[in-house]
């Protein structure tokens, strides 16, 4: 059984910065992409970045040149920096792993940006 454990999240003031992890435990093979989505209230879930196990990475306009995704395969973890927050940040932040055409998340981490 996989699972993803998120931690790194809380509450900071307009302009701060925060950094995510996730890391993935049990019987994970062929990771392909590694990513965190974000959800805020009354609105669809959307990827903000993700990175697949070669490098390439994909980012929201939204975040571009505040967010940085990164990955530690050999733990299975992955990393999201996040500077220059802005309250429209704010949202619950959920880890995808995709391995071998299996999806997981984790249980989500609560990111507080207040102006």
């Known amino acids: 059984q996989v699972q993803l454990v998120e931690s790194g999240g809380g509450l900071v003031q307009a302009g701060g910065s925060l950094r995510l992890s996730c890391a993935g435990s049990?019987?994970?093979?062929?990771?392909?992409?590694m990513g965190w989505y974000r959800q805020a209230p009354g609105k669809q879930r959307e990827l903000a970045a993700a990175?697949?196990?070669?490098?390439?990475?994909n980012y929201a306009d939204s975040v571009k040149g505040r967010f940085t995704i990164s990955r530690d395969n050999a733990k299975n973890t992955v990393y999201l920096q996040m500077n220059s927050l802005k309250p429209e940040d704010t949202a619950v932040y959920y880890c995808?792993?995709?391995?071998?055409?299996?999806?997981?998340w984790g249980q989500g981490t609560q990111v507080t940006v207040s102006s």
């Open positions: 995808k792993l995709d391995a071998a055409g299996q999806i997981y």
């Open positions: 990175m697949s196990t070669s490098g390439n990475t």
């Open positions: 049990g019987s994970i093979s062929r990771i392909n992409w």
